[in-house]
């Protein structure tokens, strides 16, 4: 779909060291003033850990672009 609109998605790389889910603290350089939306999935079918969603979301809050 984002060839459609012409947007880049960008994917956030996860460690093993984090359980193999998305820490929101290394998202954040991922975001920029062209960034039109965050998804974060809530967990994970692989490993049943959950993604840290309300930090995700707080950490958005913070960001002035």
């Known amino acids: 779909m984002n060839r459609y ?8 790389p996860v460690k093993a060291s ?5 820490d929101p603290h290394d998202a954040l ?3 920029d003033e ?6 974060v999935i ?3 079918t692989y490993t049943g ?3 840290n969603v309300q930090l ?3 950490l958005c809050g913070f960001i002035s672009l």
Request: overall charge negative; glycine content about 10%; aromatic content about 12%.
């Open 5 to 12: 609109f012409e947007v880049e998605t960008r994917l956030v």
């Open 18 to 22: 984090n359980g193999f889910i998305m």
């Open 29 to 31: 350089q991922y975001i």
């Open 34 to 39: 062209n960034t039109i939306g965050v998804m």
């Open 42 to 44: 809530m967990g994970s």
């Open 49 to 51: 850990h959950f993604e």
């Open 56 to 58: 995700m979301n707080d």
